[in-house]
């Protein structure tokens, strides 16, 4: 888990009056970034050239 996601579980208050959203929004919203990020990983791994 990334250092941002665990100040916002430990300080769920200040940090979604900061960003203006409900909890839930929040970790909906980093919980999809994530799953895209891992989409885009999993595409690049896959076009990788490997020379055995």
Same mark, same amino acid.
């Given at each position: 888990m990334s250092q941002?996601?665990?100040h916002i579980?430990? @300080?769920?208050?200040?940090t979604t009056?900061?960003?203006?959203?409900k909890y839930d929004q929040l970790i909906g919203l #980093?919980? @999809?970034a994530e799953?895209?990020?891992n989409q885009q990983k999993k595409v690049q791994?896959?076009?990788k050239?490997? #020379?055995i």
């Open positions: 941002l996601r665990e579980e430990r @300080h769920p208050s200040e009056g900061l960003l203006e959203l #980093i919980t @999809h799953n895209l990020y791994d896959n076009s050239i490997r #020379i």
